[in-house]
């Protein structure tokens, strides 16, 4: 019988070689929201596959971490918000442990943005403006998925689409669950990570300070 481990890849030998141009310090603009406006612009740009997709990272109380990738949906100086069913593991880690991370992985750019911050729900306004622009099997779909609890098959959740569906008709509107909202990740930390040949990568990270706007936050290079 072979070895369920025995593959033809040789995964030692596998890796890209960079040769993408680096990013200095002096390149940087004064915040990372504006840094990174500029670096989403140029991925859109490239017509990366879903640049908007990032992974949230977040630990329960116990410090057990778990990660799943989401859609960005929002970013100021405030921070990065997404939308969730309260419910959901993440969101029942983040009511017990605010501290999160988000990574953005830009692979065909050779480019990553790591976020680390705390998570808080915000307005019901502002969740609602977004709900009213999704489209509506998305605001069904919110209603009748019960996020990461346990479902009996996969006709139960079609079920409770249709359900749904027969309560709130196409082309009527739909309310926002009160189960579903968004999050806003305040950053302390906001790296941007370029590829560059060797494996000597530019990582330059911002750091958050006691300042004001852009001028609370400083600059230190990261050895890669």
Avoid at 171 to 195: D, I, K, L, N, Y
Wanted: some cysteine; glycine content about 8%.
């Amino acid at each position: 019988m072979p070895d369920a481990f025995e593959h033809e890849h040789d995964l030692a030998a596998m890796r890209a070689h960079y040769q993408f141009e680096g990013v200095a310090e002096a390149d940087l603009a004064p915040g990372p929201y504006r840094q990174f406006a500029r670096w989403f612009a140029e991925a859109a740009a490239e017509a990366l596959h879903e640049p908007n997709a990032m992974v949230v990272s977040t630990a329960d109380a116990s410090g057990r971490p778990s990660s799943r990738t989401v859609l960005l949906k929002g970013y100021d100086e405030r921070g990065f918000v997404f939308y969730t069913n309260y419910g959901s593991r993440k969101a029942r880690e983040i009511a017990a442990n605010p501290h999160v991370s988000l990574l953005f992985p830009w692979y065909p750019l050779a480019r990553q943005v790591v976020v680390t911050g705390t998570a808080e729900r915000i307005s019901r306004e502002e969740t609602a403006v977004y709900f009213r622009s999704r489209p509506y099997g998305s605001q069904i779909g919110a209603w009748a998925s019960e996020q990461s609890a346990v479902a009996a098959s996969r006709a139960e959740l079609d079920a409770a689409y249709e359900r749904m569906a027969a309560r709130y008709p196409e082309g009527e509107p739909v309310p926002v669950p009160p189960h579903w909202g968004g999050f806003r990740v305040t950053a302390s930390t906001v790296e941007f990570w370029q590829g560059r040949a060797n494996r000597l990568h530019d990582r330059l990270r911002y750091v958050r300070t006691d300042g004001e706007g852009d001028e609370g936050w400083r600059v230190e290079r990261l050895c890669p």
